[in-house]
């Protein structure tokens, strides 16, 4: 149940693992893991070279709970509803005596940094902590919770809004933004006038060659610091960027698949199809609908 996080380890009290309420993620591209679970008697917790952000929220009141993220450490008793935020490579441990309930969203770092990079706050970092609280972000994880038991009966799309959701309310309120460049990434003006240039061309073939000229990088360079800072290469960003305007398209109604395809830069009706299940969980018809 839990192979997307290979790197947690979780026990409740008696040692053995604790009763798995929900777990997994919809079909489809949107890096958001989630995983509710119930601890018998007390909660040992801990993670290492991690992956993934993960967000823990508490769904019971302990009477005590011992967490670390790093070398800060925070000895507490939370309120249903607090959080604490663990960005990816940092270590943290928590230990609570008693029952407890807890919901863990796992976020893939390149989601982030796309979405970042999306709303113009390029490298934006996740801020680690201990205890803090978001109403709309418990609320959010609650609903992923839900239709993760209920094996996503409200359908892919619906999970995949919400992901972004919580992604966007991360984002939003939880990261450090960076106004300058930070060393080895794009800068945003850079960023700009690449999207640009796609945007522009996103009927035609665009070869990473001219994207580095825009950038004025070598290609090697390019590629490694844009992967970098936007979270995908460069040739899976132009896909993002075709895909986004083929679902505009697709919502609008007034053009059929195959033009769309042939406008967006796709091989064709099939291509971009394949890339619509893959990225949103549905058939584009489905999508439409």
């Known amino acids: ?11 409740q009290e008696d040692g053995r693992p604790p009763t798995i309420l929900s777990a997994g993620s919809a079909p489809g591209e949107s890096g958001v893991f989630v995983y509710s679970a119930y601890f018998k ?3 040992h917790i801990s993670a290492t070279r991690r992956r993934l952000h993960h967000i823990c929220f508490h769904i019971t009141d302990p009477p005590r709970l011992d967490c670390r993220i790093a070398d800060k450490t ?20 928590a230990d609570a005596d008693g029952d407890f309930e807890a919901i863990l969203v796992a976020i893939d770092p390149n989601q ?31 609903s ?23 992604i966007d309310g991360l984002l939003a309120r939880h990261t450090t933004r960076f106004e300058g460049r930070v060393r080895g990434t794009l800068g945003k003006d850079v960023f700009r006038r ?11 073939p665009i070869e990473v060659a001219a994207l580095a000229r825009v950038a004025g990088r070598s290609r090697f360079h390019f590629t490694r610091i844009f992967t970098q800072s936007v979270g995908m290469s460069p040739h899976r960003y132009i896909v993002h960027l075709r895909l986004q305007r083929a679902i505009e398209l697709m919502l609008d109604g007034q053009s059929g698949l195959a033009e769309i395809a042939a406008s967006t830069g796709f091989a064709d009706q099939s291509h971009l199809s394949r890339w619509t299940r893959r990225v949103h969980g549905v058939s584009p018809s489905q999508l439409a609908s």
């Open 74 to 93: 925070l000895c507490h008793e939370p309120s249903k509803g607090t959080m604490g935020i663990c960005p990816a490579e940092s270590d943290y441990a």
């Open 1 to 11: 149940m839990l192979g997307e996080i290979p790197e947690l380890s979780m026990a």
């Open 41 to 43: 008697d007390g909660l």
């Open 112 to 142: 982030l940094a796309l979405a970042a990079a999306e709303d113009s706050a390029l490298n934006a970092q996740l801020i680690d902590r201990l205890s803090t609280s978001d109403r709309a972000l418990f609320d959010l994880a609650r």
């Open 144 to 166: 992923l919770a839900s239709e993760s038991t209920h094996a996503y009966a409200s359908g892919p799309l619906f999970w995949n809004e919400m992901a972004s959701a919580f």
């Open 194 to 204: 690449l999207r640009d240039y796609i945007e522009a061309h996103l009927d035609r």
